[in-house]
């Protein structure tokens, strides 16, 4: 994955923020909207789009594209750095493969040392009952 690459094929959008600002909130598109075409995308493989495809669907749109917003700032540049940020998050965890557990055959050991607490703790309940003077 080239993050550069990646980065090249977003668009952006600007949009007036909601909420509180007084005037500046009027003025100032400060809103900032992403958007990734994962199927148009040049920079990932074919395996790696399926991979996202499975792993971040419920964040695509019908039409496989991912669409991110942010106004946490009132400056556009910083809720751009800050919805990349967020982007590249999306697509790292999206293309995680986890690793597959190697099953183990149990240690003798373990299985006597189980065994031998199974012992002791049913001796211990045989010496608390009362015994049979029959």
């Given at each position: 994955m080239e993050t550069e690459k990646i980065i090249s094929e977003l668009s952006f959008k600007a949009v007036r923020s909601s909420g509180a600002?007084?005037?500046?909130?009027?003025?100032?598109?400060s809103k900032i909207f992403l958007s990734f075409d994962l199927n148009a995308s040049q920079a990932l493989s074919d395996d790696e789009k399926l991979l996202l495809q499975s792993n971040i669907a419920h964040r695509l749109t019908t039409e496989n594209i991912l669409i991110l917003n942010c106004d946490e700032d009132r400056s556009q540049l910083k809720n751009k750095d800050i919805v990349i940020k967020r982007f590249l998050e999306i697509i790292k965890k999206g293309l995680y493969v986890p690793k597959v557990r190697k099953a183990?055959?149990?240690?003798?050991?373990?299985?006597?040392?189980?065994?031998?607490?199974?012992?002791?703790i049913s001796d211990l309940k045989q010496s608390r009952r009362k015994p049979n003077l029959e």
């Amino acid at each position: 994955m080239e993050t550069e690459k990646i980065i090249s094929e977003l668009s952006f959008k600007a949009v007036r923020s909601s909420g509180a600002g007084g005037q500046n909130v009027n003025k100032v598109s400060s809103k900032i909207f992403l958007s990734f075409d994962l199927n148009a995308s040049q920079a990932l493989s074919d395996d790696e789009k399926l991979l996202l495809q499975s792993n971040i669907a419920h964040r695509l749109t019908t039409e496989n594209i991912l669409i991110l917003n942010c106004d946490e700032d009132r400056s556009q540049l910083k809720n751009k750095d800050i919805v990349i940020k967020r982007f590249l998050e999306i697509i790292k965890k999206g293309l995680y493969v986890p690793k597959v557990r190697k099953a183990t055959k149990i240690p003798k050991s373990v299985i006597k040392k189980r065994i031998k607490d199974k012992k002791n703790i049913s001796d211990l309940k045989q010496s608390r009952r009362k015994p049979n003077l029959e």
